[in-house]
């Protein structure tokens, strides 16, 4: 199973800050994912990211999410003005391409306040 | 689009007790059907996969679970659950038509097993 890890493990921040996480994928992937996960609520998914563009997007991902691939390897997702609503887990996932299967890191919980 | 269902929020079990989880899928078109399992402050991780072939698949730590195509389901079974087994069950699928194959999530099932 491919490792996928993600940093930070937690981020505090303020409203209306600007927040990247972080997602490190161990072996080498060409699809990417970001999922988030409200308290209590189902895993959503965000975006997709594939040859270095996004490839699909949910209606959460607006104007204030962003993704890129800067250097290769990390693969990060920003998130420009925070609110609220925004506090919740963010998981990245890669896909096997060879399996066909997504496999997911220990997720970022960002809470904002 | 498709969408995943859990029937049960929370299953308060007895160790040794069987385990059924349900999960049904609303799509018409062929699907990749997924189990993931969330431990107590632990990441999801893949318990098991269906794509094709042989409809009763098994996975890890004793899992099983049955694609039944004409129930649009995908139920999750253990014979005799252990207390290590306390965690989130979600039930996940994607669309086998190629693309980039986004994975939806049910809202997933509590299990608590007691000792």
């Known amino acids: 199973e491919p490792e996928v890890t993600q940093t930070p493990s937690h981020q505090v921040t303020q409203m209306g800050q600007e927040v990247i996480l972080r997602c490190v994928p161990i072996?080498?992937?060409?699809?990417f994912y970001w999922y988030r996960q409200i308290l209590g609520q189902k895993v959503e998914f965000l975006v997709s990211?594939?040859?270095?563009?996004?490839?699909?997007k949910s209606e959460i991902f607006d104007d204030q999410f962003s993704v890129e691939r800067p250097d290769g390897s990390n693969f990060t997702l920003k998130i420009r003005s925070t609110k609220l609503e925004d506090s919740a887990m963010y998981f990245c996932a890669v896909r096997d391409s060879l399996w066909d299967t997504q496999y997911f890191g220990p997720g970022t919980r960002l809470t904002v306040l | 689009a498709q969408s995943v269902s859990q029937h049960n929020h929370h299953v308060i079990l007895s160790e040794a007790a069987s385990l059924e989880l349900g999960c049904n899928y609303s799509?018409?078109?062929?699907?990749?059907l997924f189990w993931y399992v969330q431990y107590p402050g632990q990441h999801l991780q893949l318990l098991l996969k269906?794509?094709?072939?042989?409809?009763l698949v098994k996975g890890i730590k004793g899992f099983e679970a049955e694609f039944i195509k004409s129930k649009f389901s995908f139920n999750l079974r253990k014979p005799s659950v252990q207390w290590s087994d306390t965690a989130e069950y979600f039930c996940a699928v994607t669309l086998n038509s190629g693309g980039y194959q986004k994975v939806t999530f049910g809202t997933g099932t509590k299990l608590q097993v007691i000792p």
């Open positions: 799509y018409g078109g062929t699907v990749n």
């Open positions: 990211f594939y040859n270095n563009e996004i490839s699909e």
């Open positions: 269906y794509f094709s072939g042989d409809p």
């Open positions: 072996s080498n992937h060409l699809y």
